[in-house]
């Protein structure tokens, strides 16, 4: 097996990690996540850290090591820290409210956008205009962020929609006489 481009994956204090052939399961203080690996990868855990290889220098294989390793890396962190992503709302008039795992979104339509949280996902409103999605998945947090965001995407004229923390909206120029 290959060593080159190892990197290991320090595994922190009270979590317990499942190497399995085909799977591989990281469960720790905040919950309990898993994720099936290529059948050529191979996951080891050498005391407090996991050693990810590969069988030889391919390119499917060096993208398959790469994979596993970022996802695994990102199962524990997940399980340890969780995973977070902040949406900005801007617009007169549109805010948000989030009641037990339902989030309300007053986006300018006629009717509120009402999103459920997913088994593992909640919502917090620190503000009226802000919204942050929580959880130890950071593919669902990323996805039920991004569907937040669709809802009401930002538009280029004036700016007003639903944006990621930090995002720059690209601004155009409005008709001249």
Do not use: W
Not at 54 to 71: F, K, M, N, Q, V
Not at 78 to 91: A, P, R, Y
Not at 112 to 135: C, K, L, M, R, Y
């Amino acid at each position: 097996m290959s060593r080159i481009g190892r990197k290991p994956i320090p595994v922190p204090a009270g979590v317990e990690i499942k190497i399995e052939p085909e799977l591989v399961t990281v469960k720790g203080p905040k919950g309990e996540l898993s994720e099936r690996i290529s059948r050529d990868i191979s996951v080891v855990q050498e005391g407090d850290e996991l050693i990810v290889t590969r069988p030889t220098d391919r390119g499917e294989h060096r993208a398959l090591h790469g994979l596993s390793r970022s996802l695994i890396a990102n199962m524990v962190e997940g399980v340890t820290d969780g995973f977070q992503k902040k949406l900005e709302i801007q617009g007169v008039g549109y805010r948000a409210a989030v009641s037990g795992s339902k989030l309300t979104l007053a986006l300018g339509y006629s009717h509120p956008v009402e999103i459920v949280a997913p088994e593992g996902i909640s919502f917090d409103v620190p503000q009226p205009t802000s919204v942050t999605v929580i959880g130890i998945s950071k593919q669902m947090v990323g996805e039920i962020a991004a569907n937040i965001r669709k809802s009401r995407p930002p538009e280029p004229y004036k700016g007003k929609g639903i944006r990621y923390e930090g995002e720059h909206v690209i601004r155009k120029v409005g008709k001249r006489a």
